[in-house]
């Protein structure tokens, strides 16, 4: 993997910190991604390595260094959410993109949506819809879990929050899917266009006629003042459909997958639900899935090299819920002590939606393993794992005998 030239290589990276690596590429055909990612630290790279690949950055394995990075938005930007420069959204996501102070402002927006009871009720109408597309796929005994499920209850959780008409799910999912899912670099910045042009309706509509959802509340808002331009509610209602969207659906993608292969681990969770909590807890520490980037303001080091202003970063955050202190921190042991975990990051842009995540995960848990308590991996499947900001498995077939036939 060492790339010992200088071509498309800036003069300060010193040569042994090249490295020809695609952020987008994993081995895992297991399809364990964490895995994959602690494996290529461990591989004997440096910790700090610059890759000429996706317009050329560099990339931080060493954990204390990614939490570094994370809590200094001053030198390292979130201007930039993913390699290259260019396929970062326009307008920016907000407040994804926006570094302090200005973020604190946007940050507000979004929070009445993520107090306990906004997230109780969200839950409510998760359940509902969890139990209602289970309900669909149970009696055929088999299901593409990315398509059937894994995308479709936090689509409906987004819409909910934002009161959009239940007819659109179909049209949303498509876009959604050019977004998460693209065949090609410009379907995702075509599935952004749309999905700025549909939110515009839909803000259009609660200007002339407010409700009391979260589309009424942001076209009211004011910040400073001053009420949202059009390029910032884009930017704001394209984080509160795809920040918890593309993150809820990949780790669940690698929940189901696990869960799949280990019937031991299905049969705990039935047999003592008390266990639940500290099973999402175990689960989001073990399947972290998420690549953030971030842009330098100014020239920095890290683990002895220099970063020059406007260079990126690509820091994979699941590094840090794998000390190197000789624990068996790939084992997913639902009773291991509750600890740290970087999942859902670090800094001023900790995710606001870690409570919604949470509760959609401990649904999905709840409802699936009550409904389908047995279930496997299709054999002929091939399992691929797809990374983009957020990693997910791009298809996973799951197998099982319908409680009719059981019963005959």
Same mark, same amino acid.
Request: proline share 8%; glycine share 6%.
């Given at each position: 993997?060492?790339?010992?030239?200088?071509?498309?290589?800036?003069?300060? +990276?010193?040569? =042994?910190?090249?490295?020809?690596?695609?952020?987008?590429? *994993?081995?895992?055909?297991?399809?364990?991604?964490?895995?994959? @990612?602690?494996?290529?630290?461990?591989?004997?790279?440096?910790?700090?390595?610059?890759?000429?690949?996706?317009?050329?950055?560099?990339?931080? #394995?060493?954990?204390?260094?990614?939490?570094?990075?994370?809590?200094?938005?001053?030198?390292?930007?979130?201007?930039?959410?993913?390699?290259?420069?260019?396929?970062?959204?326009?307008?920016?996501?907000?407040?994804?993109?926006?570094?302090?102070?200005?973020?604190?402002h946007y940050r507000r927006l979004i929070a009445p949506a993520m107090t306990p009871a906004a997230v109780r009720?969200?839950?409510?109408?998760?359940?509902?819809?969890?139990?209602?597309?289970?309900? *669909?796929?149970?009696?055929?005994?088999?299901?593409?879990?990315?398509?059937?499920?894994?995308?479709?209850?936090?689509?409906?959780?987004?819409?909910?929050?934002?009161?959009?008409? +239940?007819?659109?799910?179909?049209?949303? @999912?498509?876009?959604?899917?050019? %977004?998460?899912?693209?065949?090609?670099?410009?379907?995702? @910045?075509?599935?952004?266009?749309?999905?700025?042009?549909?939110?515009?309706?839909?803000?259009?509509?609660?200007?002339?006629?407010?409700?009391?959802?979260?589309?009424?509340h942001l076209v009211t808002a004011r910040i400073n003042g001053q009420l949202l331009s059009d390029a910032e509610? !884009? $930017?704001?209602?394209?984080?509160? @459909?795809?920040?918890?969207?593309?993150?809820?659906?990949?780790?669940?993608?690698?929940?189901?997958?696990?869960?799949?292969?280990?019937?031991?681990?299905?049969?705990?969770?039935?047999?003592?639900?008390?266990?639940?909590?500290?099973?999402?807890?175990?689960?989001?520490?073990?399947?972290?899935?998420?690549?953030?980037?971030?842009?330098?303001?100014?020239?920095?080091? %890290?683990?002895?090299?220099?970063?020059?202003?406007? =260079?990126?970063? +690509?820091?994979? !955050?699941?590094?840090?819920?794998?000390?190197?202190?000789?624990?068996?921190?790939?084992?997913?042991?639902? =009773?291991?002590?509750?600890?740290?975990?970087?999942?859902?990051?670090? $800094?001023?842009?900790?995710?606001?939606?870690?409570? #919604?995540?949470?509760? =959609?995960?401990?649904?999905?848990?709840?409802?699936? #393993?009550?409904?389908?308590?047995?279930?496997?991996?299709?054999?002929?499947?091939?399992?691929?794992?797809?990374?983009?900001?957020?990693?997910?498995?791009?298809?996973?077939? #799951?197998?099982? !005998?319908?409680?009719?036939?059981?019963?005959?």
């Amino acid at each position: 993997m060492l790339y010992p030239t200088r071509k498309d290589v800036p003069d300060h +990276v010193p040569l =042994e910190r090249i490295v020809d690596y695609d952020v987008f590429r *994993v081995d895992a055909p297991d399809g364990d991604f964490a895995g994959a @990612m602690v494996r290529l630290r461990d591989s004997g790279l440096p910790k700090t390595f610059w890759t000429p690949r996706n317009g050329g950055h560099w990339i931080a #394995l060493a954990s204390a260094d990614i939490i570094y990075i994370l809590e200094h938005p001053a030198v390292y930007s979130s201007c930039a959410m993913r390699v290259p420069k260019e396929a970062n959204p326009q307008p920016p996501m907000m407040p994804l993109m926006v570094d302090p102070p200005h973020h604190v402002h946007y940050r507000r927006l979004i929070a009445p949506a993520m107090t306990p009871a906004a997230v109780r009720s969200l839950e409510l109408g998760a359940r509902r819809f969890a139990i209602e597309l289970i309900d *669909v796929v149970e009696p055929q005994g088999r299901c593409e879990f990315i398509a059937d499920f894994a995308q479709q209850m936090p689509i409906a959780v987004f819409m909910g929050m934002l009161d959009l008409p +239940v007819q659109d799910r179909p049209q949303i @999912m498509g876009i959604v899917d050019r %977004i998460v899912r693209p065949d090609a670099p410009a379907s995702r @910045m075509t599935g952004f266009a749309e999905l700025a042009a549909y939110m515009a309706v839909q803000l259009d509509q609660r200007r002339a006629q407010p409700r009391g959802d979260m589309l009424s509340h942001l076209v009211t808002a004011r910040i400073n003042g001053q009420l949202l331009s059009d390029a910032e509610l !884009t $930017g704001v209602t394209t984080v509160l @459909m795809l920040a918890g969207l593309d993150t809820v659906a990949g780790m669940l993608s690698f929940i189901a997958c696990f869960l799949a292969g280990n019937p031991a681990h299905r049969a705990q969770l039935r047999e003592r639900p008390e266990l639940m909590v500290n099973a999402v807890e175990e689960f989001l520490r073990r399947m972290a899935m998420v690549n953030l980037t971030r842009e330098l303001r100014q020239d920095a080091q %890290i683990d002895g090299v220099t970063m020059k202003a406007g =260079e990126l970063v +690509v820091i994979p !955050t699941a590094l840090c819920n794998f000390p190197e202190d000789g624990q068996d921190w790939l084992a997913v042991d639902f =009773e291991r002590p509750r600890t740290g975990h970087a999942t859902f990051g670090a $800094g001023p842009h900790f995710c606001i939606g870690s409570m #919604l995540a949470r509760a =959609e995960i401990r649904v999905f848990l709840e409802e699936w #393993l009550r409904r389908i308590p047995e279930f496997t991996i299709a054999p002929d499947a091939a399992i691929e794992v797809k990374v983009g900001a957020a990693a997910t498995i791009a298809c996973l077939p #799951l197998v099982w !005998t319908p409680r009719l036939a059981m019963t005959v």
